[in-house]
């Protein structure tokens, strides 16, 4: 790891400011992939500025019936929340489904949405990557993609996203709420939040220079069954290779995000106007690219599917 200064940041504008003066800066609160990142000279950030004192770990009720989650709240603070296990059962189920129990203690709501990929060649530095160093190319691309993307991929980027709370967070169309450093603050759709890889795999979200996350706003709960069905290599501890985010209604209708499949959450509300597994499947698997190492996913999403959909009927 390579040497770096510190500071504590006691208010968002602060960390915002100290992001915009201090070139190479990055924030810091759980740390549970920054500091993986930097022991491995992927991340190598000059400054860190750690805004754990900054007041963002409340969970607040909102005016119309939503809920406000602070950047900093804990996932397992988050995920056993007596508002979120009832109204927004689906998010807690997919904090569960995440990493252990230990990291969740640690992990924060901004960290997990602004987690790096876990392509494999994006952790081996001696292979090229475009993420880690763009204009090297993309060592996954006829390589070993059994894990990576299938829909909005790029010739330069196949990776996916990792997390499984903003899965959850997509289907609940939930909003991120950030603060500039000149003091102006944004709310970003999270439909919009993370980036396609185009030519400019580095470039993951929709974040600007000095600006950060200060919460995360679900609206008012969506009545049905929620559910969050993840498949994996092993029963813990493992990404997804495919995962359902899932709120049916009675008659069969439902949203449906998945995890697994491309650069950020999945979502394609057209496909959501039939009730037949097959139907959604194929509408939502539309221009998917496939190699002879995950051939196996479209068959995987259509049976998961149509696991959750009996699941919610049960």
Partial sequence: MKAFTYERAASPAEAASALVARPGARLIAGGTNLLDLMKLQIETPTHLIDINRTGLDRIEDTSDGGLRIGALVRNTDLAAHARVRKDYAVLSRALLAGASGQLRNKATTAGNLLQRTRCPYFYDTTKPCNKRQPGSGCSAIGGFDRNLAI????????????????????????TVETVRADGSARRIPIADFHRMPGSTPHIE??????????????????????????????????????????????????????????????????AEKSTDPIAITQATLQGARTSEHNAFKPLLVQRTLASVLQEAKA
Avoid at 207 to 214: D, P, Q, R, S
Avoid at 230 to 251: E, G, N, P, T
Avoid at 254 to 259: E, L
């Fill in 151 to 174: 829909l909005g991929t790029s010739e330069h980027c196949i990776a996916t996203h990792p997390s499984d709370m903003a899965v959850g967070m997509r289907v609940l169309d939930a």
């Fill in 205 to 270: 979200t929709a974040l600007t220079a000095g600006e950060m996350i200060t919460a995360v706003t679900l609206p008012a709960p969506v009545g049905g069954r929620h559910v969050y069905r993840k498949v994996r290599d092993r029963a813990s501890y493992a990404f997804a290779l495919i995962s359902v985010a899932a709120i049916v209604q009675a008659d069969g209708s439902g949203r449906f995000a998945y995890g697994g499949l491309a650069p950020k959450p999945w979502r394609v509300e057209a």
